[in-house]
């Protein structure tokens, strides 16, 4: 660790959540067909409660669960290569299974995605609600815009909103939920009281009576309080608007990406921002890098897994989750032609990206070269090697990058998770990065996240909390803001 003032600097407690999709393969299209992969249960509810015992029995503190709303139909111009291969198609909505994976645990959390753009805010914040009630507090929002168009034709529209535009509906969106889970009750709103025969006192509750441009919303909430009021909120996004909504609403961010060069830079910036533009601690955000392990004993067993897993993978599926990620179709283009020469600005600043961050210092970035890139670990780094030499790289991450933690990915379901609970997490020990248990057992997924008894609400100074309606606050003494 670098000096901070002459001293060494202490090291940071790693946040760590697994990385899953209700699909099959998830950033690893075509791994599903490898005898030792069990991605491909993800129907089955107990396939889900089983991993989050193991999780659990390893100490992880969350669960995270992408989502997207449509297939990734960019490449070929077909949904073909995503059927095909399995690149996450067919996914079940995540929500759903939280509930069941709750009931077998007591300490895990669950970050689940939800968009933004494509449900009404007063109907998702009764689901979140519910979902924190039944999981007793331990449930996480990755507050997503959606950016797939075959989503937005399948909800009725021809195409995705404008980029900026999708992010000022986002932050009305999340100012709706904050008046609805923490403006309308008061935190004693049900008194259950029986000699009264009052279940709910009405006047601790109140509507919200919002009018934007993209919501009407009178309220109140229809579910009363649940133990956090507000699910941990997650996002993901580093263009100028996705880091200024991040910079006030996110209490961690997501960032995937090659290298940690890559990400450095904007993670900076929008802890730059949210200490100068809304007040906050820098420390206040946690980041969270995607990272996928290959981890073995030795280097050797490290590298015959990597080779093992290579024959699995689907190019095909890779181009069609690049496709998707980008809006780049890559077909048109010839198997040995050098992309960062190609006419399309798009396709050559995109390519240039990858290849300059690149480890294999590949001279020639063909579709092909792309595709190995993308088929184990997807738009994540791949750390292959012994639990020390991981190790090594997660360092190297929070060293060069300043993140709080990691999202792992997996390359076999639910092997690589078994595998970084066996080795790398005890390595991670050893070297003081990691927990030896929760913070707080039994507590919600912030008071875990933050390590801190007590925090089941959002910061003093996130701006959530300026809609908190607390026990013993007359109304008259709390408006809701604007």
């Not at 200024?244 to 900076?268: C, D, G, Q, T, Y």
């Not at 190609?342 to 595709?371: C, I, L, M, P």
């Amino acid at each position: 660790m670098a000096a901070e003032n002459g001293l060494p600097r202490q090291k940071k407690q790693l946040i760590v959540n697994a990385f899953v999709m209700m699909c099959s393969g998830h950033q690893s299209p075509g791994l599903w067909q490898h005898p030792d992969d069990e991605s491909w249960k993800f129907n089955d509810v107990y396939h889900w409660i089983n991993l989050a015992k193991l999780l659990e029995d390893a100490k992880f503190h969350g669960i995270f669960i992408a989502d997207v709303l449509g297939g990734y139909d960019v490449y070929k111009k077909s949904l073909d290569p995503a059927a095909i291969s399995g690149a996450q198609w067919p996914v079940n909505e995540p929500l759903s299974v939280v509930p069941a994976m709750a009931a077998a645990t007591k300490n895990i959390g669950f970050g689940v995605t939800v968009s933004t753009t494509y449900e009404e805010p007063y109907h998702l914040a009764r689901r979140l609600a519910t979902v924190d009630h039944l999981t007793k507090g331990r449930l996480g929002w990755n507050i997503v815009t959606s950016y797939l168009d075959s989503a937005a034709r399948n909800m009725g529209r021809k195409e995705q909103l404008a980029h900026d535009d999708r992010y000022l509906q986002a932050t009305e969106y999340l100012t709706t939920i904050y008046k609805l889970l923490l403006s309308s009750w008061r935190d004693d709103a049900v008194t259950l009281n029986r000699t009264t025969a009052t279940y709910t006192d009405p006047t601790l509750l109140r509507p919200i009576n919002h009018t934007g441009r993209f919501f009407s919303v009178p309220g109140p909430a229809i579910t009363s309080p649940s133990p956090q009021r507000l699910p941990l909120l997650l996002q993901a996004g580093t263009s100028r608007a996705g880091k200024l909504f991040a910079a006030e609403h996110a209490e961690a961010i997501f960032v995937s990406a090659h290298s940690p060069a890559v990400v450095a830079k904007n993670i900076a910036e929008v802890r730059s921002l949210a200490s100068e533009k809304f007040g906050r601690n820098k420390g206040d955000i946690k980041v969270l890098a995607l990272v996928v392990p290959i981890l073995g004993r030795t280097e050797e067993e490290a590298q015959a897994k990597y080779r093992d897993y290579k024959q699995y993978a689907s190019k095909e599926g890779a181009l069609a989750l690049w496709g998707g990620w980008t809006g780049i179709d890559l077909e048109p283009y010839g198997n040995d032609e050098e992309l960062r020469h190609v006419e399309s600005n798009a396709v050559r600043s995109t390519v240039d990206a990858y290849a300059r961050f690149s480890k294999g210092g590949q001279e020639k970035w063909t579709k092909h070269t792309v595709a190995e890139h993308v088929s184990l670990g997807g738009n994540g780094p791949l750390l292959v090697g012994t639990a020390a030499q991981v190790a090594d790289g997660i360092e190297a991450w929070v060293e060069e990058a300043d993140v709080d933690g990691f999202n792992f990915g997996y390359v076999l379901f639910p092997q690589s998770f078994k595998d970084i609970a066996e080795l790398l997490l005890p390595e991670l020990r050893r070297r003081g990065l990691f927990w030896d248990d929760y913070a707080v057992p039994g507590g919600t997924y912030r008071e875990n996240f933050y390590g801190k008894e007590g925090q089941r609400y959002p910061l003093e100074t996130h701006v959530a909390s300026k809609y908190h309606w607390k026990a013993g606050v007359a109304a008259s003494e709390h408006k809701i803001p604007e």
